[in-house]
Every structure is written in structure tokens, then in C-alpha cells.
């Protein structure tokens, strides 16, 4: 049960990430467009890092 909710949660998680930095490339002004994508970018790297990090200590 908890490797079929790990899957499905990691489906979920990348389907959602998929449009986001679409959507932010879109809305966002031109000149920010590219800062804002990279700023997401960054925050979903330095959450799996710290997800890692937290999981190994514990």
C-alpha cells in the first residue's frame, strides 16, 4: 500500500509540475518570464533536497 501511494503521489506531482512552468512563461512579463521558470526550477530541486536530507536523518 505505501509503494502503490508513493507511485500515484509522484504521478500526481509530476503531472502538476509539467504546466507550471509553461503557465509562468505565459502570464509572467517577458522580461521575468525566464527568472520566474529557473526560480521554480530551483524551489522543486531544494525541496527534493531537503526531502533526501530529512528522510536520510530519519
Do not use: D, K, W
Not at 7 to 17: C, D, I, P, S, Y
Amino acid at each position: 500500500m505505501l509503494i502503490l501511494g508513493r507511485v500515484l503521489l509522484g504521478v500526481g506531482v509530476g503531472f502538476a509540475n509539467q504546466p507550471i512552468p509553461l503557465y509562468i512563461s505565459e502570464m509572467a512579463l517577458p522580461r521575468h518570464g525566464g527568472a520566474m521558470t529557473i526560480c521554480f526550477q530551483c524551489g522543486v530541486g531544494l525541496y527534493v533536497l531537503s526531502t533526501n536530507i530529512i528522510n536520510f536523518n530519519t
